[in-house]
Every structure is written in structure tokens, then in C-alpha cells.
């Protein structure tokens, strides 16, 4: 419990200092813009507070997780002065997240950089595309390794975007998918190694340490 508060407060140093700072000044010049007086002001504060809490969340949601798997893990790569672009880039994308399974994703990405099992530029890349995963596009990856892992045997089986949400031209986008030519019947696509990782290590909580 100890080392989860010390961590939630090194974090929040980081929230204080920078992205709270940041957004703070940002909605007051959109105020200022904008002859709303006191209405606009009973807005601003209202926003206010739901972003900070939901901010909050998020990061003991990423704190709870890391714990979770690996104790104390989390609190070294924050303390370790040579980890300061990797914290900053986390603090980053949980800024932006706003779902529970976002900053629980973003914990388990941490866990698999500090023990090496991905390179710095898969880091980063799942850094800026664990965010952009809304509850829409997290469904669609669920179902599209579902089904492509139950007909993994059958060489001519091939996800329908209808099967997925119509999310796999965006999953694509990412480099979980690719687009298999198909004769007038739209696109279909096959699932990259990719996707296979980041949905077992990642998405799921299958991280484990040797």
C-alpha cells in the first residue's frame, strides 16, 4: 500500500506540474473568448472538477494494475531518472485516455518495456494507439482475434469487416490488420502478428514475469 501511495503521488507531482497546469490555462483563454460570465464560469468549474477526477482514476486505475503484476515495478521505472521520457510519454497517453482498460493496457505496456520483451519504438507506438482505442474500436479487436483465432486452421477464412463492428479498416490503420484482395465483394482482412501480441499481452492480462 506504501509503495502504490508513493508512486500515486510522484504521478500526481508530474499531473500538478504539467498537464493539469496545462489544461487550466487552455479553458480559461476558451472562456475568455466567449462572453458566458457566470454561466460559462459554473461550466468551466464543472468540467473542471469531472476531469480531474476522471483523471485521478485513470491513474490509480495504472498504479492498481502494475501492482497488481509486479510490485514495485512501476514506482522504479518513475524513480529512475534515465526512465524520464519513458514516464513522461505514459503520463502523456494516460492524459488522454478515458476508459479503465486504457490505463490498465498502458500499465501492462509499461511492465513488458521495463523487462525488454518490446523495443522502444513498439512503446511508443502503443503508446499513441492505446488511446485512440474507444470502446468501439476495442470490441472490434476482441472479436476480430476471437474469430480469426477460432478459424486459425481454415487457410481460406478471412475477417469480414460486418463480423467486427465495420471497425477493421481502422484496426488496419494500425497495423493489426491487413487487407486481403477479394473479387467484388469488399475488403476482407487477415490478422497481423501484431495484433496476436498486443491482444494477448496487452489488451489481455497475460503478462508475466520470468
Known amino acids: 500500500m506504501n509503495k502504490i501511495s508513493t508512486l500515486a503521488e510522484t504521478t500526481e507531482n508530474y499531473f500538478d506540474n504539467t498537464v ?3 489544461t487550466d490555462t487552455i479553458f480559461q483563454e476558451i472562456l475568455k473568448a466567449f462572453p458566458l460570465a457566470s454561466s460559462g464560469i459554473a461550466i468551466y468549474r464543472l468540467f473542471r472538477s469531472y476531469n480531474e477526477k ?18 514495485g515495478s512501476l514506482l522504479k521505472i518513475f524513480k529512475d531518472q534515465n526512465n ?22 498502458l500499465a501492462r505496456l509499461a511492465l513488458l518495456y521495463d523487462v ?6 513498439n512503446f511508443l507506438r502503443y503508446a499513441h494507439i492505446i488511446p485512440q482505442l474507444t470502446s468501439f474500436l476495442l470490441e472490434g479487436l476482441d472479436k476480430a482475434y476471437t474469430l480469426s483465432e477460432k478459424n486459425k486452421t481454415n487457410k481460406n477464412y478471412h475477417l469480414k469487416n460486418e463480423e467486427c463492428n465495420f471497425s477493421l479498416s481502422e484496426l488496419e490503420r494500425f497495423g493489426f ?33 520470468n
Request: charged share 30%.
Open 20 to 22: 493539469l497546469e496545462t
Open 116 to 121: 525488454k520483451e518490446i523495443n522502444r519504438e
Open 84 to 105: 524520464l521520457e519513458t514516464g513522461c510519454e505514459l503520463l502523456n497517453a494516460l492524459d488522454k485516455t478515458y476508459l479503465v482498460h486504457q490505463s490498465k493496457m
Open 54 to 71: 476522471q483523471k485521478l482514476k485513470n491513474i490509480l486505475e495504472f498504479i492498481k494494475e502494475g501492482e497488481n503484476l509486479e510490485p
Open 177 to 209: 490488420l491487413y487487407v486481403v484482395a477479394t473479387y467484388g465483394s469488399g475488403n476482407h482482412y487477415g490478422r497481423s502478428k501484431d495484433l496476436v501480441f498486443f491482444y494477448e499481452n496487452i489488451y489481455q492480462n497475460k503478462y508475466r514475469k
